[in-house]
């Protein structure tokens, strides 16, 4: 029965954190450039519920219920990103950038190198190219882009001009890297950080589009069903286990 016990509340802590994950995928489903968070795997057998929960066949291999399986009750190992590509949308808006390989670096709050693919710029009161957040998007010297007044055209290769003389040079160009995935480590919605020595990209900038989140939303709403699901199952459980063991306490006590 204790184990039962274990085993019910570790699957509610399990299914706690998923939930919370999702929610934040969810949250970010419109914002531009975002990765979801995945779970990187599961142990089926150690699952513990009370009843059978009705699963899509899409969904079987994240959250698969399992009856009369008591184990340690934590059916979640770890989370991971999801790097795979968000749909392209097209803005018409000149500083609206999108990449198809690769990140833009940007400055963090504290001076650090952030990456991105939320492409969603703009200039500031200083004429600096900034992310949504306000960071200066860097050039691939490493140094912020200054834009004077005029239009602004973004070649595919990441140079930038500004106006419409058509002998001008570009004013700075885009640093574009890549890195391996397992490298980078999430630093707020769609920024992320990284040690790794990145790889430059060439050829790949949209001008007038956006990336959107890779979220699926019918997928995260679905999954987020059958985890609540889960934590209920688990919740009525512990609750009957608890009762039981209150129970069985009150009939030793009077045998003693």
């Known amino acids: 029965m204790i184990k039962g016990l274990y085993s019910a509340h570790s699957a509610m802590a399990s299914a706690w954190e998923y939930q919370e994950v999702l929610a934040n995928n969810i949250a970010n489903a419109n914002t531009a450039g975002f990765r979801r968070e995945v779970a990187a795997h599961q142990s ?3 699952v513990l519920l009370t009843q ?11 959250v698969q219920a ?17 790097f795979s ?4 949308q097209a803005t018409g808006q000149e500083l609206d950038l999108a990449i198809e390989q690769g990140f833009f670096a ?10 991105t693919r939320n492409g969603r710029f703009d200039r500031d009161a200083n004429g600096m190219l900034v992310t949504s957040h306000g960071y ?7 140094g912020p882009i200054v834009l004077p007044d005029g239009a602004v055209r973004v ?8 106006g419409d003389d058509p002998d001008g040079g570009p004013v700075a160009q885009l640093a574009i890297l890549d890195f391996p995935p397992a490298g980078l480590e999430r ?9 790794a020595e990145g790889l430059p990209v060439e050829g790949n900038i949209l001008q007038g589009f956006l990336e959107g989140s890779n979220t699926n939303m019918t997928e995260e709403l679905t999954t987020l069903l059958t985890v609540q699901r889960v934590y209920q199952a688990n919740q009525a459980l512990l609750s009957s286990l608890d009762d039981t063991l209150d129970t069985a306490t009150g009939e030793l006590g009077r045998m003693s």
């Open 44 to 46: 089926f057998d150690d």
């Open 52 to 62: 059978q929960a009705p699963t899509p066949a899409p969904l079987s291999a994240r």
């Open 66 to 82: 399992i009856v009369g399986q008591i184990g340690t009750g934590k059916f979640i190992a770890e989370f991971q990103t999801d």
């Open 85 to 88: 590509g968000g749909s392209l």
């Open 106 to 115: 940007v400055e963090g709050p504290e001076g650090e190198t952030f990456y």
């Open 136 to 142: 200066l998007v860097l050039d691939d010297a490493g």
């Open 155 to 162: 070649e595919r290769d990441g140079s930038i001009f500004v």
């Open 187 to 195: 630093a707020g919605e769609a920024y992320f950080i990284t040690d």
